[in-house]
Every structure is written in structure tokens, then in C-alpha cells.
């Protein structure tokens, strides 16, 4: 039997960690074959097996990858689609697609996209639902999904959960230093991208500062944007302890996960949060949004509304066993004698 996957949009991101993974692991299905579709900038991993063949798709090329697998394809074969988009066409045998990116298949605003990014989600939205029917089945990795996709009229029972995660192994080989872990280190392994929310984190940190409160705040996000600026003028002016860590390896962040005291995730909207699953994985406390992505996975140790600046940072507080004053509460003549004295 031959699976063929079509990974033709994928080189970066939670993308490129899933279809690495996919990689190793097919080396162990000895009677299978894999053919994959790759975009021409994905690295290929050193070690190999020969049930592998890769084919390399540059992006003016990849509307053409489906007609190509159809024409090798037969009945017993299987397609694996890691695009976020269905075929435009019907294919032979049956026909999965991995559907990771929540942005194409619900209706969350794109404020903050720049424009060309908010054309491509909008195109991609419009090629998913045009072409939903050429899939026999659509794995999601979250009830969250699922509940987008029965919203929206997709058979229930065309839908399967199967959620993500990196081999307990390679998390244990990687956990030997877990002794080590910094105090008050909080991490948040993310992109740049608006709905990651940042912009609140930060402001809770500044609060946060105003309380003689200073705990260590590391970002993984890239240095070319409006945010970063916006974080190192920040930085300077509440002296916040916040170290950005960009373009950063697998295994760098895996042991940024093996020395920080807990993950801070504060992201607005999530197909699934990867970091979650892996923060899991290292036993790490999570502090993270009060939102259904995130029960979908695990039970945080302390939650928050994500909007809400002085939720994160009462949250922080509380993890670090830091107790808030709260207002006091009076009664009546208390209330007329607090005015008189006034």
C-alpha cells in the first residue's frame, strides 16, 4: 500500500513539527510506501528510510500536487491531506484531511493580519468549503474544532479527533536537566501573529512591575515586527525582565520547556496549542486562557481572562503565592462615616 501525503504549504510553525514527526515515524511502517509532497523550502530530515520518496513543490506549483497523486493513485491507496484545504477533485481512494489551522474553517475577525495574510486565510476559507466534499474523513485535534466544524454543517460522524503529540521519549531523553529550572521563569512559545495576544501579556508585566512584582518573562517571537519594538520600549521603560528568543531550533525550545517554571499562554483562539500538549509532556505548570481550546487538553493550574491585563497578572500572582489586597467591604454607616471623613 502507498500513503501519499501532500505537505506542499508546509516548511514552518506547528506545521513543519507535525510533518517532521510524520517523517520519523513512517520509517517504522516498513510495507508501506510514502510519497510526499514537500514545499521546496522544508528541510528533510538526515535519516531516512527507503520507504520514503520525497517530491519537492514549489508554491506556484501546488494547485497542480492533487492531479499528480491522482494519476498515481489506485483504490487500496490512501491520501493525507496537511494543507488545511481539500483536493479540488474526488479522489480514487480514500482521502483524509489534518485540518490544524482555525482560521479557515471559523469566522474569527483578522484585525491585526496585514493585508496580504488576511487575502490568503479569506482565499483559503473560500477553498475549503467549495471543496469540503472531495474529503472522506477531516481530523481535527480538539472537541473545539469539531464543534466549528458540526456548527458549520459537516457530518459528525466525517470528522475524527486525533490529537497531537511528540513521542514520550524524545521528551524524556530531553528531561534529564529538569533539576535545573530557573525560579520564576514563565514562557510563552508562540508566533508574532495578533491573535497570540502579546500585546496584554505585556501590559500585565507592566502592571505588574508597578507592584515591585519583576518575574522573568520569555518570548520565542521573530525581531522584524511592530511587536518587538513595541516590547523592547517596554522593557525599557517598566525595566521588565523579558528575554526574546527568535528564530530559535526544535531542540532550543524543547529545553526552554526543561528550564522555565511554568508556560504562560495567553493566545486568543487555537486549533489545538501544541506548546500546551508539550508543556504537559514536561510536567510544567501551565497558566493559560480560560477558553474551550484549552480545557480541550488539560486543566491549568491557574486560569485567566485573556483580554483583561489584571487577569494575567492576578493570575501570575497567584501562582507565585503573591496575596492581593481586596477591597473591603462595608457596611452602611461605615459607608456615611468613610464620606463624612472625606
Known amino acids: 500500500m502507498n500513503i501519499y501525503v501532500n505537505a506542499s504549504n508546509i516548511h514552518i510553525g506547528g506545521g513543519k513539527i507535525i510533518l517532521t514527526d510524520l517523517i520519523n515515524a513512517a520509517k517504522y511502517f516498513h510495507s508501506i510506501n510514502f510519497i510526499i509532497f514537500i514545499d521546496s523550502r522544508f528541510v528533510i530530515p538526515d535519516s531516512i528510510h527507503e520507504n520514503i520518496v520525497f517530491n519537492k513543490v514549489r508554491k506556484h506549483k501546488r494547485f497542480i500536487v492533487c492531479f499528480v497523486i491522482e494519476r498515481k493513485t489506485t483504490i487500496d491507496d490512501i491520501v493525507l491531506y496537511l494543507t488545511n484545504i481539500p483536493p479540488i477533485i474526488k479522489h480514487k481512494c480514500k482521502t483524509f484531511l489534518v485540518q490544524s489551522n482555525r482560521f479557515v474553517i471559523d469566522g474569527f475577525p483578522l484585525s491585526g493580519f496585514p493585508i496580504k495574510t488576511k487575502l490568503r486565510i479569506c482565499g483559503e476559507r473560500l477553498l475549503f468549503w467549495l471543496n469540503k466534499k472531495n474529503t472522506d474523513y477531516i481530523i481535527v485535534q480538539s472537541e473545539s474544532m469539531l464543534s466549528v466544524l458540526v456548527e458549520n454543517g459537516i457530518l459528525k460522524e466525517k470528522i475524527k479527533i486525533i490529537a497531537y503529540k511528540s513521542k514520550d521519549n524524545d521528551i524524556k531523553r530531553l528531561n534529564i536537566n529538569n533539576c535545573h529550572k530557573a525560579s520564576n521563569v514563565f514562557l510563552y512559545v508562540s508566533s508574532d501573529d495578533p491573535h497570540k495576544n502579546h500585546e496584554i501579556l505585556i ?29 523592547v520600549s517596554s522593557i525599557n521603560e517598566f525595566k521588565l525582565d523579558i528575554d ?15 528550564h522555565s517554571t511554568a508556560l504562560i499562554y495567553p493566545s486568543l483562539f487555537e486549533s489545538y496549542g501544541l506548546p500546551l500538549v508539550e508543556a504537559g509532556q514536561y510536567k510544567l505548570p501551565i497558566l493559560a486562557s480560560e477558553l474551550d481550546y484549552v480545557r480541550d487538553i488539560l486543566d491549568p493550574v491557574e486560569t485567566f481572562d485573556p483580554k483583561s491585563a489584571k487577569s494575567i497578572s492576578r493570575a501570575v500572582k497567584r501562582f507565585l503565592k503573591i496575596k492581593e489586597e481586596k477591597t473591603k467591604i462595608v457596611e452602611a454607616n461605615d459607608f456615611i462615616n468613610s464620606v463624612i471623613d472625606l
Open 203 to 231: 501590559e500585565s508585566w507592566c502592571l505588574l512591575s508597578k507592584e515591585g512584582i519583576f518575574p522573568k518573562l520569555i518570548l520565542t517571537i521573530g525581531k522584524t515586527s511592530n511587536l518587538y519594538e513595541l516590547i
Open 244 to 258: 526574546i528568543k527568535p528564530n530559535l531550533q526544535r531542540n532550543e525550545i524543547l529545553d526552554l520547556y526543561n
